[in-house]
């Protein structure tokens, strides 16, 4: 067993705690069907309280792997390719450098480009079972597509097959599901939410799936087990939105004989913590610029680091619409920069999925019952907001005793208090971290890509003296990375074929790359090539170095 635990990230796309451990902690999610996630938090820690950065899936996970806000290292818009500040660095490649196998398996979306040097293995084959020996410490991401929004709306065929391991018991009847109060009550949202539920029960039987084969390699006492999604359930008024809905995640971490089993956590926690708390895990130093802190020591002792969670939303593809938000242990501040905008403003992508058609559907047949001197009677007036041609200035929740977020307080003078205080709290975290999503995205990118032209990493310097190789980049902030496979056309299959350049999977020539850490003498008889790789950069020119 390594003296540095294992760590095994499991995580999946737009749910929100909707998981039957967080019965009576958070609204509907008793009717979630999961056996598999029920028992890893009775096993460990359940956070009840846990907070993305972002309410959709490329800011989020930016922040969770980078340990930043995306606002401060420009990965705020949806989507982007960012230049983050140069010391930026993702987090697998610290734990590559300490000596951990690195896997992820297979969805990146990070909002850059991600280096070679991060994963041993980035793709669909990537997984610990993989790793060098079985004394060595691993660091293994699996990131499940199967609770992703676009999964609610396929046809029925398709769905079947998504939700094989559903059984019949198991099955949500439209009927019967309890819908938020911010959703009108037809059959099209009724059935959607019933297929939310499904695909969150077969979610938890493929994470079931991973625990038994880390329990048949012997390793679930050597390693540590977190699971997280990265924002709300995708549909209106959560994915997209600065809403608790939107940005409030399930988190759990098993970590056997050093976590207590049951634990339940109360405090604020971000999932952008989770970075330095999984380099506090491995007894790695935390770099100064990481904004998370750890979540607990590596002796499984809790901290308490947060007061707030700061989140942000800026563009959503071509909707362009912007919020800030900070949330407390039990109110919700927000902050809309762009009232005069719709909450429900155009998007391509999301009109065409049921639930946005429906909101427009009874938006427009409303419109018809004005037209005939009617009282409109659709649609109440909390979710007649979500279609009005503008929004509040401001919105602050009482999280304690309205979960749904159904009364604004804003301009409630007994919350006066309140208010001035998240304000002050909201504009100090603006302040201290600063906030790309401010300035004209234009002349954001004119600063990253001047020109229009992408900057480039340097030339590696490399000398072999002796039988060592020892490589250096004039480049602030790169990475250096060796190998010593001839080139290659790489051999993307499935998904990552067909998404690879827009989530930023890493382009390895086919070759596998192994991370710089210091002079090295290459197998004999090898020829070995050298590149620098710096995050938001094109890859250096390759250095060829001939066998000795």
């Known amino acids: ?162 939700t094989a391991h559903v059984s019949p018991e198991q099955r949500h009847d439209p009927a019967d599901v309890q819908l938020p109060p911010y959703y009108p009550d037809t059959e099209v949202f009724r059935r959607s939410w019933a297929r939310y539920l499904d695909l969150i029960t077969e979610m938890d039987y493929q994470v079931g799936e991973l625990l038994s084969q880390l329990d048949e390699d012997g390793l679930t006492d050597s390693t540590v087990v977190v699971f997280w999604s990265d924002h709300g359930v995708g549909m209106p008024r959560a994915k997209r939105w600065a809403h608790e809905s939107g940005l409030r995640e399930p988190l759990i971490v098993r970590w056997p004989g050093t976590i207590p089993p049951g634990e339940v956590r109360t405090q604020i926690a971000q999932l952008l913590d989770l970075a330095p708390t999984m380099l506090t895990v491995a007894g790695l130093p935390i770099p100064e610029h990481m904004h998370g802190a750890p979540l607990f020591d590596g002796d499984g002792t809790f901290l308490s680091p947060n007061t707030y969670a700061f989140g942000a939303r800026d563009r959503m593809d071509e909707q362009q619409d912007a919020a800030r938000t900070v949330r407390d242990e039990r109110y919700r501040y927000i902050r809309n920069l762009h009232p005069d905008r719709s909450e429900l ?87 201290r971290y600063g906030d790309l999503g401010l300035i004209p995205e234009a002349e954001l990118i004119e600063r990253w890509r001047p020109g229009g032209r992408p900057q480039v990493t340097a030339r590696p310097e490399v000398t072999s003296e002796g039988g060592r190789i020892t490589a250096t980049s004039s480049t602030p902030g790169s990475s250096l990375g060796w190998t010593t496979d001839a080139p290659a056309p790489a051999q993307e299959t499935g998904l990552a074929a067909v998404l690879g350049s827009t989530i930023g999977m890493p382009r390895t020539g086919g070759r596998r790359w192994r991370l710089y850490t210091g002079p090295f003498e290459p197998p004999s008889g090898a020829t070995v090539w050298v590149g620098a790789w710096r995050l938001g950069f094109e890859p250096s020119e390759l250095v060829e170095v001939a066998p000795a």
């Open 1 to 162: 067993m390594s003296e540095r635990p294992n760590i095994l990230w499991i995580s999946t796309h737009d749910i929100s705690p909707h998981l039957g451990t967080y019965a009576g902690v958070w609204p509907g999610a008793e009717q979630a069907v999961t056996p598999n996630l029920d028992a890893l938090a009775a096993e460990g820690a359940r956070f009840d309280n846990a907070f993305a950065a972002g309410p959709v899936c490329a800011p989020s996970r930016a922040a969770i792997v980078t340990g930043c806000y995306p606002t401060a290292i420009g990965t705020m818009h949806m989507r982007t390719k960012a230049v983050p500040p140069p010391e930026v660095k993702l987090l697998p490649e610290y734990l590559r450098a300490a000596g951990y196998y690195t896997t992820n398996n297979w969805f990146t979306d990070f909002q850059v480009e991600v280096p070679p040097t991060a994963f041993d293995d980035c793709s669909e084959t990537g997984h610990w079972r993989n790793r060098p020996t079985p004394d060595t410490p691993f660091f293994a991401a699996f990131h499940g597509m199967v609770t992703h929004e676009s999964a609610i709306y396929l046809a029925d065929d398709a769905f079947a097959a998504a």
């Open 345 to 431: 403003g155009h998007l391509e992508y999301a009109d065409h999925l049921d639930t946005w058609r429906e909101f427009r559907r009874l938006a427009k047949d409303e419109a018809n019952q004005l037209g005939r001197g009617e009282r409109p009677d659709l649609l109440t007036d909390l979710q007649r907001a979500i279609v009005a041609p503008s929004k509040p200035v401001e919105e602050l929740y009482d999280i304690a005793v309205d979960p749904h977020e159904t009364a604004n307080l804003a301009e409630d003078p007994a919350y006066a208090p309140v208010l001035d205080r998240l304000r002050a709290a909201l504009d100090e975290w603006t302040d």
